[in-house]
Nanobody, 124 residues
């Protein structure tokens, strides 16, 4: 199984980025997909997830309205659209795949597979 995250970079505050995560080696449509982020010295933080069916979507409350998660099961890809970026959004962003239950969707250890991470830096 391989998850390849890309699309990170340097952006000014208020700008936008779209992260992508391409999956291979698994039945993508059977897995919930999520994005987490991490800064040095801190635990990995839940950002958003989307159920395998493409139905239910969950967000870290503070990110609602700025971030959108979507998936294309035909392309085995999950996306994270990030708008109105703030310096505090600076982090390494990771995508993850797992067969999770709703109550654990925000917990990193619930996910079986992880991408390598892509750096997002938001300048003030």
């Amino acid at each position: 199984v391989q998850l390849q995250a890309y699309g990170g970079g340097l952006v000014q505050a208020g700008g936008s980025l779209r992260l992508s995560c391409a999956a291979s080696g698994l039945t993508f449509s059977s897995y919930d997909m999520a994005w987490f982020r991490q800064t040095p010295g801190k635990e990995r933080e839940f950002v958003a997830s989307k159920r395998w069916s493409g139905g239910s979507t969950y967000f870290e409350d503070s990110l609602k309205g700025r971030f959108t998660i979507s998936r294309d099961n035909a392309k085995n890809t999950v996306y994270l659209q990030m708008n109105s970026l703030k310096p505090e959004d600076t982090a390494v962003y990771y995508c993850a795949a797992g067969r999770v239950i709703t109550s654990t969707s925000r917990i990193p250890r619930a996910y079986n597979y992880w991408g390598q991470g892509t750096q997002v830096t938001v300048s003030s």
